[in-house]
């Protein structure tokens, strides 16, 4: 066998190995410019966005947070709830989605569930970011701008 065709196994093997989860750790500009431009996020908030991610999972997007009190678990960038959210090996929870789909490197599903997160706690409390206790601790009334200043 060639080293192109080993190369090539080699290549099947990991991807299709374990859990299949691909994991990505993004620089916090390239973050910014893709939330912006491909997963509809307004810039006005995004330094608060860059600043809870980077509490949140250090923008690891396969992060899991340790177990929670109640033993529910976090998934993803975002560190989203496996407590009403989503459901681990099933399409399901209040996003309806696998929480495995959040550990993976394709953000476009977080997204898509972070906005339902933020638009159905806006409703509750008046400010989406209430959500992420992180966002609360690091992010609200501090000068987040400084987490993508030096972003082109
Ligand atoms: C990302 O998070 C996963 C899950 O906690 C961990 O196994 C992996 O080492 C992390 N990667 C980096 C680069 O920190």
């Known amino acids: 066998m060639n080293t192109a065709a080993k190369f090539l196994i080699l290549l099947v093997v990991v991807l299709f190995s374990a859990d299949n989860v691909i994991t990505k750790v993004y620089d916090p500009c390239d973050l910014a410019k893709e939330m912006v431009e491909k997963h509809r996020f307004t810039k006005t908030d995004i330094a608060d966005w860059i600043c809870l991610i980077r509490w949140e999972s250090n ?15 976090d998934h993803g960038l975002f560190q989203i709830s496996d407590k009403y959210w989503c459901v681990e090996g099933q399409v399901d929870g209040a996003c309806g989605i696998d929480c495995k789909a959040l550990r993976d490197d394709d953000i476009k599903d977080d997204s898509i569930c972070v906005r ?5 706690t806006k409703q509750r409390t008046g400010n989406g ?6 966002w609360k601790q690091r992010c609200q009334n501090q000068n987040v701008q400084s987490y993508i200043a030096h972003c082109k």
């Open 59 to 73: 923008f690891n997007t396969s992060e899991i947070g340790r177990l929670n009190a109640d033993s529910s678990m």
């Open 129 to 134: 970011f209430d959500a992420w206790a992180a």
């Open 116 to 120: 339902r997160i933020f638009r159905l």
